[in-house]
């Protein structure tokens, strides 16, 4: 009974490394279509693309994301708005958008 709890909990470790793994290259992809945005102009366009393409779906499903419309036209905007992932995931990114939103309101 212990190994199967021991090899259960395993194969959900590495299904979630997987996961993180994938949502890696998730990252990287955006970050490639700001930079095309950046240089010539047409990131949405590249990462909608790559999200409708059979390997961007595949890729999406890995990291636990549903590779529907709404989720092509969410990569779409984040793309547009230009803010490299790096800098969107920080912290003082976040508070800044927070203190921002506090202000409008």
């Not at 259960?8 to 095309?36: P, S």
């Not at 989720?71 to 779409?76: E, R």
Request: one cysteine or more; aromatic letters at 6%.
């Amino acid at each position: 009974m212990t190994d199967f709890v021991d090899g259960t909990a395993f194969n959900h470790e590495q299904g979630n490394r997987a996961r993180k793994l994938f949502a890696a290259v998730v990252l990287a992809a955006l970050d490639d279509a700001i930079a095309d945005d950046k240089k010539y102009g047409n990131g949405p366009e590249q990462i909608a693309r790559w999200a409708r393409s059979r390997d961007g779906r595949e890729v999406l499903s890995c990291a636990g994301i549903d590779p529907n419309e709404r989720v092509v036209s969410g990569l779409m905007e984040f793309v547009s708005k230009g803010v490299r992932t790096s800098v969107a995931l920080s912290r003082e990114e976040s508070e800044r958008r927070n203190a921002a939103q506090a202000e409008a309101a």
